[in-house]
């Protein structure tokens, strides 16, 4: 199978097919920790070949490099690296790309944990960080430097759904030789092909939409092998190896993701539009509505406009809070990309540990709220997250 031809649907149920060569329909769980080498020569062999299945567990087992193989095929990759967690493999990319005296630049608006977690590389590491304003590309031509080794993105960024031009940025990467990263979890491989757009690496928190149904906590990378080495040379010593049992729950989940991105596109439009129309909400963000401040770049960037919806309730922090007590099909809960319909309060629940002047920067207000549309009946979702803004300030 070329990986370079495989469409989509086809990627989600074979893409992983070369890294389980038993013949099973649904690969076994290896959990060996070590492997018997049938001679010394093939011992020295996979010792020598860091990406070897079958060596030690801490670089990965057959499990592991099927997950990893079906998402370098949805992402047209050379290859990919599984960890642990989203943080853990961004984590990786940054201890093995950076060191002291690097620059290194970061979007205003990034998933929280990871913004806190670069200034704290930086200020360990000895590296100079600027945070720059993601949404327009021209931002990064003032603060890129000829030492900037790494530029990390996300996009649509998390909570607030604002895009990031990957070509234009990519371009300006480019004249500096400044590796460009693209956190596409909100999009996942269905929603955008970062890669193919410019990006060096493209991660996902394989936690949402790759596992998709709330019950794996999982983070990958993709792209070529030479931009993957420094990567996987941090990932082999520092450790955070995905359980066995973790990968073979991803690529389960993963045989769906095509069936569920485009329900759960479906869905979010129709729920946005509905949000839209009510007098309670001051304003919705979905990269697919003609409202959408970037609607143009997302037409051309994303292949569909993914699960996520943002909006402003009116009245601020006491109407969001309100409003989320009244759901009663839509989960009050963090984390975002399962079947089920989930919402959750940014300021107070998944960016509280950002100063207020940190978040406003991020463009996360206080009456804003998060929704990952599930792949229920649209209208059942529509009916409760409507029926919850009645009686809530309409000016
Ligand atoms: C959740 C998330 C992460 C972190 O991933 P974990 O799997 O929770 O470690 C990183 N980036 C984005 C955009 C996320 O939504």
Known sequence: MNPKKTRSLTACIHGGDSANPSGHLSAPIHRATAFHFPSATEGAARAADIRAAEFYGRWGDRNAREFEALVAALEQAEDAVCAASGMAIIDMIAQGYLSRGDHFLASHQCYAEVKILFEDLAHRLGVALDFVDSREASNFTSVIRPDTRLVFTETPANPTLSLVDIEAVALICQRVGALLVVDSTFASPLGQRALRHGADIVVHSATKYLGGHSDVIAGVCAGTRSALDPVWKAFSFHGPHLDPGAAWLLCRGMRTLGLRMRQHSENALQVAQALERCPEVEHVWYPFLASHPQFRLAQRQMDCGGGMVCFDIRGGMDSALLWLDRLHLVKLAVSLGGVASTATHPAS???????????????????????????????????????????????
Not at 380 to 387: A, F, G, S
């Open 349 to 395: 629940m998944t960016h509280n540990l950002l100063p207020p002047q940190e978040r406003a920067k991020g463009g996360i207000r206080e009456g804003m709220i998060r929704l990952s549309v599930g792949i229920e009946d649209a209208t059942d979702i529509i009916d409760d997250v409507v029926d919850a803004l009645s009686g809530l300030p309409a000016r």
